[in-house]
């Protein structure tokens, strides 16, 4: 369905390594492979959640794609153009089009600064408000369209719960009047009662603003939710991507498998058992040989360590990164 649509995000091949700084004289210099090898398409109005375990490279990835950080190799396309490092392009245009809403609302708000002039500030900055008296009729505006009285324009970001805080960081992201809006790890120190009332709210001004969101977790239940799409990272490496619905199907990756048996959640269960899985995950900067998931997979064999699976797709839009998906078990 979505073939016949231009991208409005396009990634291809996008790698992020860091350097790791030597510890003795002639040692060989040794990379983190933060991101390797990620590709994925984001159709306007669409949700892509991306999930996976704390050092998979999701929170990586997004800083990598919004130019925060330097990319390794591989490219970013947002609206057919270029934009992996901004350059040669109109990048204030690019920036107040591409928000981030980050996990710690407080942490991302000046205490200093009253909330009414942290959320008009990116409004002076890319000309959505020309004067201050425009500026606090747009954020009073704002606040009443995120749940909070326009009274609270003057008050800091101590007087504040973190809901509503996060709240407020969402009236930040979207003073600029964005199309895409990254939220990492958004909901997750949140309670879950407020956490079910964020979502709700981005459900909203998705329909209302005709929103795109890359939707970061690492709790599945939270991100299929709210995902028309799921995309599931180990270790740096997209191991499965597929429509919400089919992620928790038959043809899943051992990963997901062990992700959705975790799921708090009866009509997820009786499918299965829950999978705990062994081990730690491995260094980024010694990565496994083979499938990066081989040495904590109940399903492993010897060909999994010594040969890395590609993608293959077993239904309408679902890939598995797997020798054991559908047409790859034999031999």
Known sequence: MNEAKTPL???????????????????????????????????EGETLGIVGESGSGKSTLARAILALTPVTAGSVQYR???????????AGALRSEMQMIFQDPYASLNPKIKIGDAIAEP???????????????????????????????????HEFSGGQRQRIGIARAL??????????????????SVQAQILNLFNELKAQRNLTYVFIGHDLAVV?????RILVMYLGKVMEIAPYDAL???????YTQALISAVPEPSVHHRQERILLTGDIPSPVDPPSGCRFCQRCFKAEARCFAEEPGFVEVGDGHYVRCHFAKGRCEG
């Open 224 to 228: 299929r939710y709210i995902s028309d």
């Open 175 to 192: 003073a600029t009047q964005p199309r895409l809006l990254f939220c990492d790890e958004s909901v997750s120190a949140l309670d879950v």
């Open 9 to 43: 995000l396009q990634v291809d091949h996008l790698s992020k390594f860091f350097a790791v700084k030597r510890t003795k004289l002639f040692e060989p210099r040794r990379q983190v492979h933060a991101v390797e090898d990620v590709s994925f398409t984001l159709y």
């Open 80 to 90: 057919g153009a270029t934009i992996t490092d901004f350059k040669n392009c109109d």
């Open 123 to 157: 409004m002076r900055r890319y000309g959505f408000a020309k004067t201050a008296k425009e500026a606090s009729v747009k954020v009073k505006e704002l606040l009443q369209t995120i749940g909070l009285q326009p009274e609270v324009y003057d008050r800091y970001p």
């Open 248 to 254: 928790f199907g038959q043809d899943t990756h051992p």
